[in-house]
């Protein structure tokens, strides 16, 4: 329903194209306030969110997103993923640790940047369900907030990896890479 929700504002969408919208639910440690942060090459139209529903406590904000970045560049970063591994055709959730650790690992090298001090939460099992024809199938996803300082190694696919997420289970809330001056936190 959330991800039917946010591409909401995206009415031009089209799936084949190379173009992501991304989105993670966050609580502000501070208020505890909730707050959807969505990510985008285009400008989303969420009218359709703040009338007539009771979706929005206030209008949402939107900015331009263009950082300038260069290898050896340090940047706090939050990442909610779904860390999982493929064995025998299924896919498994890493339970442990060390486990997460090792997958973020992987997938910084793939993406142009190292992890260099890390914060792990196990946020325990998320459900949700998916309509196949006349049927509703129940599905799990280990969801794990992974924050902490990175440094930039390739810019330019650094920047892809932002722009295309990591991990799986991207349409239900993981996989949203957001960084800020290492000495700000999100």
């Excluded at 997103?65 to 493929?86: C, D, E, I, M």
């Excluded at 260099?116 to 325990?124: A, P, R």
């Excluded at 509703?136 to 990175?150: H, K, W």
């Excluded at 810019?155 to 996989?175: A, N, Q």
Aim: glycine share 10%.
């Amino acid at each position: 329903q959330m991800h039917r929700t946010v591409m909401g504002g995206f009415p031009d969408f089209k799936a084949e194209e190379r173009d992501r919208v991304l989105f993670r639910v966050d609580t502000n440690p501070r208020s505890q306030q909730i707050n959807l942060l969505v990510q985008s090459e285009g400008e989303p139209a969420f009218a359709s969110l703040t009338s007539d529903s009771d979706y929005c406590v206030s209008d949402p904000l939107w900015k331009e997103f263009k950082p300038v970045l260069h290898s050896g560049q340090q940047r706090y970063f939050r990442l909610r993923a779904n860390p999982t591994v493929k064995s025998s055709g299924k896919l498994l959730g890493l339970l442990k640790e060390e486990q997460q650790q090792e997958w973020l690992s992987r997938k910084a090298g793939l993406g142009g940047f190292r992890v260099d001090s890390l914060s792990v939460t196990d946020e325990g099992m998320r459900k949700d369900t998916k309509r196949v024809q006349e049927t509703s199938i129940e599905m799990s996803f280990l969801s794990v907030l992974f924050e902490g300082i990175l440094e930039v190694l390739e810019p330019d696919m650094f920047l892809e990896t932002i722009s295309s997420g990591v991990g799986r289970g991207k349409g239900i809330g993981f996989g949203l890479l957001s960084i800020a001056p290492a000495g700000r936190n999100l």
